[in-house]
């Protein structure tokens, strides 16, 4: 889908919590492993990326809080 497609799908109005490239993580287990943001999908969800497996999933925005990016994490 297109940007314009997809800019009027939603109203001309597009927001997202999170920008491609972000470190994130679980709002309800903060010790556990971090995701970079791979993707932004309509909905308010996230294609992210796990920083130890590399396995990819799609998730809800509103489940997830920015991180600050450490350096012992590489850059993918």
């Known amino acids: 889908m297109d940007v314009a497609r997809c800019m009027a799908i939603c109203g001309g109005n597009m927001s997202f919590k999170f920008k491609i490239g972000t470190m994130v993580r679980k709002i309800e287990d903060p010790g556990t492993t971090q ?3 791979i993707g932004l999908l309509l ?7 796990d920083v130890k497996t590399h396995r990819a999933q799609i ?18």
């Not at 998730?59 to 993918?76: F, G, H, L, N, W």
């Open 35 to 37: 995701f970079r943001v």
């Open 59 to 76: 998730v809800e925005a509103k489940d997830y809080e920015e991180v600050e990016s450490s350096s012992t994490i590489p850059d993918y």
């Open 43 to 49: 909905c308010d969800r996230l294609n992210v990326r």
